[in-house]
T-cell receptor, first 114, second 115 residues
């Protein structure tokens, strides 16, 4: 069994603040894949990042950065200098090694106020 | 551009009718596609895994006879909600990938409203 926990259900920040969205996972696989998706109010899912379990290098993409800590089973997502357009629900997800089971966290609703 | 196309994006139907939702991978072949359901302000819940050429694998609690899944080709999976009821109103999303090493791509979702 695998599980993904996003403890923060809602976060509200003011524009230009930095914000970190937490993601903690559980799995018995030694190889697995972690994802972050953004779901704006329109409903579609936007792929943000995919990380293999054997690659612990942190990644930065513009204002987005991800901190993968295998020792604590966490894959946190930080938005620097948040903008109103960042307001959305963000999902962390875990894909098993076989690629046939994708488990989502409960999602974190981020509200960025002007 | 979109690599997974889902159609229709919105559908309103009367109680008792059936609705078919299509999920197509546009530029790759997907032996496996996934169907999810999302209630308002909730996470995505996996309904079933659609396997090309074989029966779908349903998650516990999902009625096989109500949510019919057909994966007839490597680029198309369909979800049919049979004898729809108002409680079936939800947001349904499909996803697909080339293989386990490739990113999962999601369709834009289908908002089903049963009146």
């Amino acid at each position: 069994a695998q599980k993904v926990t996003q403890a923060q259900t809602e976060i509200s920040v003011v524009e230009k603040e930095d914000v970190t969205l937490d993601c903690v996972y559980e799995t018995r696989d030694t190889t697995y894949y972690l994802f972050w998706y953004k779901q704006p109010p329109s409903g579609e899912l936007v792929f943000l990042i995919r990380r293999n379990s054997f690659d612990e290098q942190n990644e930065i993409s513009g204002r987005y950065s991800w901190n993968f800590q295998k020792s604590t089973s966490s894959f946190n997502f930080t938005i620097t200098a948040s903008q109103v357009v960042d307001s959305a629900v963000y999902f962390c997800a875990l894909l098993n090694n076989a690629g046939n089971m994708l488990t989502f966290g409960g999602g974190t609703r981020l509200m960025v106020k002007p | 551009g979109a690599v997974v196309s889902q159609h229709p994006s919105r559908v309103i139907c009367k109680s008792g009718t059936s609705v078919k939702i299509e999920c197509r991978s546009l530029d790759f072949q997907a032996t496996t596609m996934f169907w999810y359901r999302q209630f308002p302000k909730q996470s995505l819940m996996l309904m079933a895994t659609s396997n090309e050429g074989s029966k779908a694998t349903y998650e516990q609690g999902v009625e096989k006879d109500k949510f019919l899944i057909n994966h007839a080709s490597l680029t198309l999976s369909t979800l049919t909600v049979t004898s729809a009821h108002p409680e079936d109103s939800s947001f349904y999303i499909c996803s697909a990938s080339r293989d386990s090493k490739s990113p999962l791509h999601f369709g834009n979702g289908t908002r089903l409203t049963v009146t």
